[in-house]
């Protein structure tokens, strides 16, 4: 530190002032001492460097420059010297101001204060101090500022330049003065600044012979404020520039700063955003104003949880606005215990989500109604999305079960699951797979069907990148397909039979007629011939072959229903009861016969066409028999009505132990002439005749047979309805 | 003795019954369809009119029904070997419009003659 620090004096001048302090007394060097002193205080303490924590090393400071300019001062003022006779004295008082000005020098390195003197011409004489900065604009150090000054030194014109014009009118006038700021250039075009106070100095005539003062180096000072002038400038410029709405509380939660995007977002409250107002009274011009919705009628309440979420700063929210708009709350506690807060306005945001929110609601509902869900699986995640519908048609939980291949697959029917499973994987490697059509079963049990298509999108590079499939439930169309389909053939069937029938109507016409004169008038013969006739036999063969004729008439209209039938209230009971007594004596020894005979309603129907069909079909499970041992059982129930009472329906059946029909014949067995019977054995008209005739009541028959075990053929007749059958009658009955 | 009229166009038929029926004891006139009918039973008188359903010109449903119109106390047996046609019924509708009698062709020549004496009796 020691080498900034020099004394500047010229030569000549230092030995003057020597010279004259031996001429003065110790009264008048102890009073200069305190004079001096004093000054140096006071120009300490006006300098804007010396803070209290200097303090104390002021005063130290001060005492030691007294000392040293005592010294100087003395030497100055006593031109003639002093007696000889006091030379020791002076000698220990010199000493004792050496040892004061090494203590100054110290001091005085330590302050890093400068200290000046100029002449009356307010030239330089003496500069002490930091001299780290004394140098020109060049470079040129410290000699240079001697016998210069100040405005010379600062390359400024006191005639031209206001600032300088005031402070030379100030030494002009021997004012003291205060913090005069001043530059001076410095190399490569930087300056060097300083702060300046200064006292004159007058000799004991009262004679102005220049100035004593300090100076401080206020390069960092200027220069930190610079730096917190362009920070502060820089924040609010960024504070500004930011387009969201940017504020800030001070730790008493009171408005510090905010930018004009913030003032925008609340235009109902702007008036009361003036800085030093609390954020709460911020609020409550707002609410005053109906700023905010969710307000409205529990404004309190709305106050208190909105400053809840500020004192706490526990999370975002989002807030909605009077003109509509949406702003994003994000609120951070900064440093210092204030509040930083930005306002997003997230209106835009919103509508997309909203948007966004009603195109899927549109789509769930376009699927629910479609009944088509979808999966989408990410090849590159390997994510797999299903829809809600989806989850729907495949009766499963979202909560209760993962989207994935394992899943699905579990659910295809076990018959379908092959062909399923091995389109599926192909999809999943990334391969196109067909349409496909199956069937599921949900957890429920419920067979469902499905129909799915998927297609693949790829990447630029060719890879696989999303498979969406679709999946439609057509368990509804299926089932009706399948129900036309049924029609269809019951359509052809009974076009079938409707041609036959017509055929059959028109040839049975002809064919009784022609039958009467041979039936009747070969019994009239047969009555007229003796006994003895040799014709008797040939005509009782032609009655008899004629009856065959008229019974196989009567078979074939009756499966073509073209059948008269001659219905009343019967009891199905008592005529299945009569049709198997009279059956029981015709049956082989071998075969028993079972009745399980309930009581049942009546029914409105032809007795004997009835019997018939009992007949009919105990006599094939007899020839169904055959030779073996079995049993016929004939079982007569009723079925209650679905709907009510009045729907009930009667439930006939026959079964038997015999060899039972094959899978290929069974769907035929009610066609006319079909029989597996041996040529002669059978006309094949038994069961159709009891088709015709079950379905001449409304009723309707069918088969079930397990070939080798027997087979069991059902017929389901209407109960008789008391009201509607009283109309009835008119219409179908004799 | 009884007079039966007996309409039915197919000549073998109506023969056979009138043969039936003579044996039997009754008198028999005949007639080949529904207005020759008419027009003998104005004639003719008779005490039982048997009639078949299905003729040319005039067919046996209408006949029956012109009969009654007549004469209402008629007694009528309607003979049908024809069955059903679509829905209707014909000898359910002969009984319907007032037949007192019906029978399915072909029959036992005993059949007839006991309809038609049952058919006398009922009057």
């Known amino acids: 530190m020691s080498r900034y620090l020099h004394e500047e004096r010229e030569p000549g001048q230092r030995r003057r002032r020597r010279g004259r302090v031996l001429g003065r007394g110790a009264a008048v060097i102890a009073a200069i001492i305190l004079t001096a002193a004093a000054n140096i205080l ?14 104390a090393a002021a005063v130290i400071a001060a005492l030691g420059l007294a000392g040293w300019l005592f010294f100087r001062k003395s030497a100055a003022d006593d031109a003639a010297g002093l007696a000889q006779h006091r030379a020791e004295q002076e000698a220990e008082t010199r000493r004792d101001l050496q040892q004061s000005e090494a203590r100054f020098r110290d001091i005085a390195d330590v302050a890093a204060e400068l200290i000046w003197e100029m002449d009356a011409q307010h030239r330089f004489t003496s500069v002490v101090g930091d001299l780290r900065n004394i140098v020109d604009k060049n470079g040129t150090p410290i000699p240079a500022t001697l016998g210069k000054t100040r405005w010379e030194l600062a390359g400024a014109d006191p005639e031209t330049d206001p600032l300088w014009r005031r402070h030379k009118a100030d030494l002009d006038a021997h004012r003291p003065f205060r913090r ?22 007058f000799d004991a005539e009262g004679r102005f012979v220049g100035y004593r003062g300090t100076a401080s180096h206020e390069n960092e000072i200027v220069e930190a404020q610079a730096r917190a002038e362009r920070a502060e400038a820089l924040l609010r410029d960024a504070v500004a520039s930011v387009s969201e709405g940017f504020v800030i509380y001070d730790e008493e939660d009171r408005l510090f700063l905010c930018n004009e995007a913030y003032l925008r977002l609340y235009p109902e409250s702007v008036t009361a955003m003036v800085p030093g107002t609390r954020f709460e009274d911020i609020l409550r011009a707002g609410l005053g104003a109906a700023q905010y ?4 009628g529990r404004e309190a309440e709305w106050l208190a949880e909105r400053m809840r979420r500020h004192r706490e700063l526990s999370e975002e929210h989002e807030q909605l606005l009077s003109d509509g708009r949406w702003v994003l709350v994000s609120e951070r506690r900064m440093a210092n215990g204030g509040t930083a807060g930005l306002r997003i306005d997230i209106t835009a945001l919103k509508d997309v989500q909203a948007s966004l929110r009603e195109s899927q609601a549109q789509l769930n509902e376009a699927q629910r109604v479609s009944n088509t869900g979808s999966s989408v699986r990410d090849f ?3 994510k797999i999305v299903w829809s809600d519908q989806l ?6 939980s979202r909560q209760g079960s993962a989207p994935d291949f394992q899943t699905f697959i579990s ?6 699951r092959e062909r399923v499973g091995s389109t599926v994987k192909a999809a999943l490697a990334g391969k196109d ?7 599921i079963i949900r957890p429920d049990g419920a067979i469902r069907w499905v129909y799915r298509e998927a297609k693949l999108s790829y990447a630029a590079d060719g890879q696989p990148l999303l498979l969406t499939s679709t999946y439609k439930d057509i368990t509804e169309q299926q089932i009706a397909k399948q129900r036309q389909a049924e029609l269809e053939s019951q359509l052809r069937h009974s076009q079938r039979l409707e041609a036959l029938g017509t055929l059959a109507g028109g040839i049975a016409h002809d064919l009784n007629n022609t039958l009467v004169p041979i039936l009747a008038l070969s019994t009239l013969a047969l009555r007229l011939l003796p006994a003895d006739s040799p014709v008797r036999d040939d005509l009782a063969i032609i009655i008899t072959a004629s009856e065959r004729a008229r019974d196989l008439v009567r078979q074939i209209l009756a499966f073509s229903r073209k059948q008269e039938l001659d219905k009343q209230q019967i009891d199905l009971r008592a005529v299945t009861r009569e049709a198997l007594s009279m059956l029981r004596a015709g049956l082989p020894t071998t075969v028993r016969l079972v009745e399980h005979l309930a009581d049942v309603p009546p029914i409105f129907g032809d007795a004997g066409q009835l019997q018939q069909v009992i007949v009919n079909l105990v006599t094939n499970a007899a020839h169904a028999i055959g030779d073996r041992t079995g049993t016929i059982t004939v079982t007569l129930a009723a079925i209650a009505g679905a709907a009510d009472a009045a729907d009930a329906k009667l439930c006939l059946s026959v079964a038997d132990t015999g060899c039972g029909i094959d899978a290929q014949h069974v769907d035929r067995v009610f066609e006319p002439f079909f029989t597996t019977k041996p040529v002669n054995e059978g006309t094949g008209l038994g069961l159709a005749v009891a088709h015709g005739i079950v379905a001449g009541h409304d009723g309707s028959i069918g088969v079930r047979s397990e070939p080798g075990k027997g087979a069991e053929f059902t017929i389901v007749l209407p109960a008789m309805r008391r009201m509607k ?10 | 003795m009884k007079k039966v009229l007996i309409i039915d166009d197919n000549d073998a038929v109506r023969s056979t019954m009138a043969r039936i029926l003579d044996l039997a004891g009754y008198a028999t006139v005949t007639a080949r369809d529904g207005n020759e009918g008419l027009a003998r039973m104005r004639s003719e008188q008779p005490d039982l009119i048997i009639t078949d359903i299905i003729m040319p010109e005039k067919e046996g449903i209408e006949t029956i029904r012109l009969i009654l119109a007549e004469r209402p106390d008629a007694k009528i047996m309607a003979v049908s070997g024809g069955g059903r046609h679509g829905t209707m019924d014909f000898l359910s509708a002969a009984r319907k419009l007032g037949a007192t009698e019906v029978l399915h062709k072909p029959f036992e020549p005993d059949d007839l003659v006991d309809r038609v004496a049952r058919c006398l009796k009922a009057a």
């Open chain 1, 411 to 416: 659910l295809v029917h076990p018959e379908d």
């Open chain 1, 380 to 382: 590159q995640t390997g």
């Open chain 1, 725 to 734: 059958d009283a109309a009835g009658c008119d219409r179908t009955a004799a």
């Open chain 1, 433 to 439: 797979s067909p349409s496909l059509q199956y069937r």
């Open chain 1, 42 to 55: 006071w120009l300490l303490r006006e300098s804007a460097i010396l803070d209290s924590a200097t303090g």
């Open chain 1, 391 to 396: 989850y729907r048609i495949f009766g499963l």
């Open chain 1, 293 to 296: 919705p969710a307000a409205k």
């Open chain 1, 180 to 201: 005069f700021r001043y530059r001076r250039p410095a190399p490569n075009g930087t300056y060097f600044y300083f702060s300046v106070s200064g006292k004159p100095v």
